[in-house]
């Protein structure tokens, strides 16, 4: 067995290893309990596998393990896991909530639900303070833990609701400027699977989890139509967008059979592969604070710049919320837009159609009204 140890972010307790033929594999080990996971990292193969592992390290493998103590945290986070709550939740969601909440239940299994006081609560916060977005997303599922514990008569409060989320100064993931993908193209020009994602994605703002799901079957009259994975299990937010020229002319190209992100055996790539496609590509072309999801933003930001109302964005995007576009279109054109604000207050002041004398308009304007005194 070769070296090449590797641990993952996104799974606590996975590993990577080189076997004999040199292919990566991925092995879960904790507290003495061990198993495979298989080559496929973040397919769902893995996943099945790596719950699998974490349940059979709860209840066999963990240091002094057996049954989760009744009222303890690793009893509540195992109860929350079978709740309709969390089932409801596409997988790719359930991974991230994981992710955060693993980590907390490996600190705190043992502790008992209903001591957990604000204090309790604050220095948990406190100790990622250094890492707001992490700090907040902790928050976010001790709220939902707490919810929870409410519902099963374990507390008659919740002490994470009465704490105030950190800022944040970031604004998220860079959108990607005119500029960079410009220059992503002269890297990668047309005919790279490079270029291929670039254009798929900027021209359809679609998530990375369903970029690589989309396929000729998602065509029908001329448009783009699909369901977006992360609320495919509440039906779906339904997408149906134009073809763009600049796209179609590119998935002209395809074969009809596979998806349009596909690996050589013509199977779809998983939301992680593409990822570290993305990684490396934006490497390659200098441009390490651009990704995969700042290109559904740079879609977004296009829109905004072309004039498109936030609605008509949403129904793009297929953003459950009209503030979550407006986050995402933040890094518009902000003088472009105000050129293009001023010159409809120029076409209608005051309810007037056309306006013919820019200076002798705000003559019109009674100064002494303002305010109610001379300016």
Same mark, same amino acid.
């Given at each position: ?57 709860? @209840? ?171 609320? =495919? =299990? ?32 013509? @199977? ?28 559904? =933003? ?78």
């Amino acid at each position: 067995m070769g070296s090449g140890l590797k641990r993952s972010r996104q799974y606590p307790g996975a590993t990577s290893y080189f076997d004999r033929h040199g292919k990566r594999r991925w092995r879960f080990r904790k507290g003495g309990f061990s198993a495979e996971l298989g080559s496929d990292y973040g397919s769902e193969d893995f996943i099945r596998r790596y719950e699998a592992a974490l349940e059979g390290h709860r @209840t066999r493998g963990g240091v002094g393990a057996g049954r989760a103590k009744p009222g303890s945290v690793g009893l509540l986070v195992s109860k929350w896991y079978r709740s309709q709550d969390f089932l409801a939740l596409e997988a790719s969601t359930q991974r991230v909530y994981r992710g955060v909440v693993e980590s907390f239940r490996q600190q705190h299994g043992d502790k008992p639900v209903h001591l957990m006081q604000l204090r309790h609560v604050q220095d948990l916060l406190a100790a990622k303070a250094d890492t707001p977005s992490a700090a907040n997303n902790l928050r976010k599922r001790l709220i939902q833990l707490l919810d929870y514990a409410i519902t099963l008569e374990w507390r008659t409060d919740n002490p994470a609701r009465a704490t105030k989320p950190y800022k944040v100064a970031t604004e998220g993931f860079h959108t990607w400027t005119e500029a960079e993908i410009a220059k992503f193209i002269r890297t990668h020009p047309e005919g790279t699977e490079a270029h291929r994602v670039m254009t798929l994605m900027a021209y359809t703002g679609a998530a990375r989890v369903d970029a690589v799901q989309l396929g000729p079957w998602n065509i029908k009259d001329g448009r783009f139509q699909y369901r977006r994975q992360k609320t =495919k =299990k509440a039906n779906g937010r339904l997408i149906s967008i134009p073809m763009h020229p600049d796209l179609a002319a590119v998935l002209s190209k395809l074969p009809p059979d596979r998806p349009y992100i596909s690996t050589r055996r013509g @199977t779809a790539r998983t939301a992680a592969g593409l990822g570290n496609l993305m990684q490396r590509w934006t490497r390659e072309a200098d441009l390490p604070a651009c990704s995969s999801h700042g290109l559904r =933003k740079a879609c977004a930001r296009r829109l905004a710049e072309a004039g498109a109302t936030t609605n008509q964005i949403a129904s793009v995007t297929g953003h459950k919320t009209l503030a979550l576009v407006q986050h995402y279109t933040a890094a518009a054109d902000r003088e472009g837009l105000a050129d293009s604000a001023f010159e409809k207050l120029l076409a209608r002041p005051n309810g007037e159609q056309n306006l013919a004398n820019l200076p002798d308009w705000f003559a019109n304007i009674d100064t002494k009204s303002l305010n109610g005194k001379e300016n």
